[in-house]
């Protein structure tokens, strides 16, 4: 056996690979048969499932559920100022706007405006004077004040004068005395005696002169104490005049100022939505000035259905709604439902519409789930009359029957 193969060939034989040989198997027809019809349930699931949805894309408004309050002005004239601005929140019987009712001259100046300019001159000369009285009434009280402390400081060096003369006339008494004693005793001359007696007639004389310069000083500083304690009181007087004229002529402003204008006010709590004038503009009264959306009222869409899609439209259907102030690529879509179905059809050019359309239309209203748009974090209030498209579902079917629309119509017609 052994010289039957070569020995090479046997050893060859002998040695084996590393690892272990894997035959790969082919795979099992089972699998492939689970896999097809899994693909095929979801397939049908979703034909079956999934809706296919018919839309028609309308157009429409926005509009208030109670209505916008329009102002007007009841007299032509030209608008001399407004008060509010547009978005701001009114209450009923506040001032809207001024509206000039002038006459006017052969020179173009309007005659109340020459009166109230002279009145205005006067008020001004008016308040001027008020203010100067103020002024010197602080400049008297400081020059009375001032007075009053140098009468006090004359009154206190004239009694101090007064108390040293008392002293010398005691002490020239005294002495007086002494040089009668020594002239009785022929020590002094008569002319020494003499001498001294005029000396105490001259203080005598002086402290007379004192003590009536105390007496003026008193009556002095008595008087500048009352004139100190009645100048407010006068000063109040001589004010109140002045500020009674000043009432006088402002109230005669008022009355020419009433001849020539008049405010509009509002008639009801709300919020101004569209602000139509500004100062300078011509007041008509066929045009409003300004449109006031109720407080209490909310913004609604009407929407102007064609005819080809009516019959589809029902109560409480979902509409989305794209507005043209804001682009729904950027601020989205909103919803809303629909509340109303009107029952007669709108003409082209029958009635004014914000939106004009050039076939028949159906009106329909559609309650919003949102009054406002959030735009950059922030909610911006809807605005009545703002232009808006919106999508209605009219038919909503699934794929499958999509797919078998023509037999579900042979079926139909048969």
């Known amino acids: 056996m052994s010289n039957l193969f070569r020995k090479e060939a046997l050893e060859h034989q002998s040695h084996k690979l590393n690892g272990e040989v894997i035959i790969a198997a082919h795979m099992s027809f089972n699998i492939i048969v689970i896999i097809i019809l899994a ?10 499932l999934s809706e296919y949805q018919r839309k028609e894309v309308v157009s429409g408004y926005l509009r208030p559920t109670t209505g916008l309050n329009k102002v007007y002005s009841i007299t032509p004239g030209l ?9 701001d929140a009114v209450s009923k019987g506040q001032p809207l706007a001024r509206i000039r009712l002038d006459r006017q001259l052969s020179a173009g100046v309007s005659a109340n405006d020459i009166i109230i300019q002279e009145l205005i ?5 008016l308040s001027t004077n008020i203010l100067n009285q103020k002024q010197l009434f602080t400049v008297n009280t400081e020059q009375l004040a001032l007075q009053i ?13 007064n108390a040293i003369l008392k002293e010398r006339l005691v002490l020239n008494e005294k002495k007086l005395q002494h040089i009668e004693s020594l002239t009785n005793k022929g020590f002094a001359s008569l002319r020494e005696y003499a001498d001294q007696q005029d000396n105490l007639l001259s203080l005598k004389h002086q402290l007379e002169d004192t003590q009536t310069n105390i007496l003026s000083t008193q009556n002095q500083l008595s008087q500048l104490r009352y ?43 709300g919020v101004v939505t569209s602000l139509l004038v500004r ?8 045009q ?21 899609a009516y019959g589809f439209i029902k109560e409480n259907q979902q509409t989305r709604i794209r507005y043209q102030a804001f682009p729904y690529q950027r601020f989205g879509i909103y919803t809303g439902e629909i509340v109303e ?12 519409l914000p939106i004009s359309f050039q076939e028949p239309v159906y009106r329909v209203v559609v309650k919003l789930d949102e009054q406002g748009v959030i735009a950059y974090g922030v909610s911006v209030p809807l605005q009545a009359g703002m232009l808006l498209e919106a999508d209605i579902v009219i038919d909503s079917r699934s794929l499958f029957e999509w797919l078998f629309e023509s037999i579900y119509s042979i079926r139909g017609t048969v």
């Open 341 to 352: 179905v009107a029952k007669s059809v709108i003409l082209p050019n029958e009635t004014l």
């Open 149 to 161: 402390r140098n009468s006090e400081a004359q009154m206190q060096q004239a009694s101090n004068q």
């Open 279 to 286: 100062n300078g503009m011509v007041a008509n009264t066929n």
């Open 227 to 269: 004139q100190y304690k009645q100048l407010p009181i006068q000063n109040e007087e001589q004010i109140a005049e002045l500020e009674s004229q000043l009432a006088g002529i402002n109230q005669q402003i008022t009355q020419a100022d009433s001849q020539r204008s008049f405010d509009v006010f509002s008639s009801r709590n």
């Open 288 to 308: 409003p000035l300004m449109t006031i959306l109720p407080v209490e009222a909310s913004l609604e869409a009407v929407l102007f259905v064609p005819t080809r």
């Open 39 to 48: 693909i095929a349930i979801t397939g049908f699931t979703y034909l079956f």
């Open 79 to 87: 608008i001399d100022e407004v008060y509010v601005e547009e978005g």
């Open 121 to 125: 001159v006067q008020k001004n000369l």
